[in-house]
Structure formats: structure tokens, C-alpha cells
């Protein structure tokens, strides 16, 4: 079993930033593909962004150039930096994990809420 902590969340003004963390413990070894998702209210869950244990990150659209995913092996912890934000950023961001190299993430964090002003 892989246990997800996440923290860093807020509120934060249009323009700020954010960086969320997410200590992973257990059997972290398992683990292959991390990554982060977000639920708006009203909304489905996200894929916001993945990296591989190589290294290799993936984005959404919707927050390339602004966001910043990455991990450290050392800490066992992942990252998410938030650039630029904006309200419809807005939601519950989720670090999530997997112990396969596809399919869905068998790992999910409790989410920590990030709330943008206008």
C-alpha cells in the first residue's frame, strides 16, 4: 500500500502562486507514474499533470507554461508549482499514483483545496 499526503493549498489572488507537495509513504518503491488531478465544484475529476519515474511530464492544456511538475526520489515527495493562476483554477487538487506502468491510479491523496480571488 502507497499512502498520499498532500499540503500547500490556499487562498491565493489572480496572478499568484502556488506550490502543492505530496510525501508519499509506504511501498513507495512500487510506484511508477505520479501526478495531480483537480475537481472544480460542480465539476468531473482532471488530469492536470503526470510524471514518469524517468522524468517525462505531461500537462493539460489548460495549464501548460503555467504549471511545474516535478519529484524528488530523495524525499519521496511530489510537486506541483502553480504559476499564474487563475479563478478557474479553482478546485480540490489530488495527488494520485500508480503502481502500473497504464491504467487508472490505484493511489489517491485526501486533496487539498486551492481557491484563486479574482
Request: charged share 15%; glycine share 12%.
Amino acid at each position: 500500500q502507497v499512502q498520499l499526503l498532500e499540503s500547500g493549498g490556499g487562498l491565493v489572488q489572480a496572478g499568484g502562486s502556488l506550490r502543492l507537495s505530496c510525501a508519499a509513504s509506504g511501498s513507495i518503491f512500487s510506484i511508477k507514474t505520479m501526478g495531480w488531478y483537480h475537481q472544480a465544484p460542480g465539476k468531473q475529476r482532471e488530469l492536470v499533470a503526470t510524471i514518469t519515474t524517468g522524468g517525462r511530464a505531461n500537462y493539460d492544456d489548460s495549464v501548460k507554461g503555467r504549471f511545474t511538475i516535478s519529484r524528488d526520489s530523495a524525499k519521496n515527495t511530489l510537486y506541483l508549482q502553480m504559476n499564474s493562476l487563475k479563478p478557474e483554477d479553482t478546485a480540490v487538487y489530488y495527488c494520485v499514483a500508480r503502481n502500473r506502468d497504464y491504467g487508472s491510479y490505484n493511489y489517491w491523496g485526501q486533496g487539498t483545496q486551492v481557491t484563486v480571488s479574482s
